[in-house]
């Protein structure tokens, strides 16, 4: 299933966010810990290196996330030229508060009341960018929500006479080019549910977590997952969780979008545990397996089918 989502406002968005850059010193981008590379919006790289910006890349909710598997991530943001990472949680305090001094010492030239520090915040919906905000601003500035595009226009912030920051709607891109990303992407929420069928998310982060996390499947609904596939655990939770539609033949047909809603939910609200659903080496992987295949069908014509990985994670 392919997964595309760019609401009206989202061009706007992109308009206003490209004027804005200009007058900003450093980039808060804003990701997923569970998916680190899939939440990166290209568009962001494309205006943040067209002006040159440096650009902190906060890893929120990295409390839902796998430690282990976070470390990877930040070690491989940080190999890259004029990105510094850091993995938080925007819900505590003093994650946020170093914050500020990281913006600083990214853009040492700003740094007195001539010229203050100027800071944007960008990322695409639903990452935890109006959450910073406000517990930046240390009041409730930005309207915060467990749904994805409720920012809808810049506001802006004066921490201090040296700082300022911007925050900006969540931007998806046009064309989500592979459809691992757009799964991942609407498993942790980041797209409106009128833009997938829960059903297959649900199959498809079952088919990430036997292969990768089963036991958070078996301890959280208590049944046994071995030899299980992606579509019989979405059952079994149906079975487990009594979700039967009702006035069906004897009361038993299985409700399979209620099941899939409920382990939706379990997963973004962190209750299977700590789980990243990509690494750096299975993005490499994917990609390097793309390519081959896009190569083969040059080669072989038009008759060649062309195949990706459906789990990143591998």
Known sequence: MAIQWFPGHMTQARKKAAETMAQTDVVIEVVDARIPEASCNPMIHELRRHRQRPCLKLLNKADLADPRITRAWLAYFNAQDGIKAVAISCRKAAEVARIPSLCQALAPHRDDNLKPLRMMIMGIPNVGKSTLLNALGKRRVAAVGDEPAVTKSQQRIELSPRQIVVDTPGMLWPKIEHASDGLMLAACHAVGRNAV???????????????????????????????????????????????????????????????????????????????????????HAMLAAEAAARAAQLDDGPECGMKSNPNPQQ
């Open 197 to 283: 069928i829960d059903g297959d998310v649900a199959i498809f982060l079952a088919g990430i977590l036997l292969e990768r996390y089963p036991a958070a499947i078996a301890t959280r609904y208590r049944i046994d997952t071995a030899g299980l596939d992606a579509v019989a655990a979405v059952e079994a939770i149906a079975r487990k969780r009594a979700c039967f539609i009702k006035g069906s033949a004897h009361g038993r047909e299985l409700d399979l979008e209620r099941a899939a809603m409920i382990f939706l939910t379990d997963f973004r609200d962190g209750l299977l545990g700590r789980i990243s659903l990509e690494t750096p080496d299975g993005r």
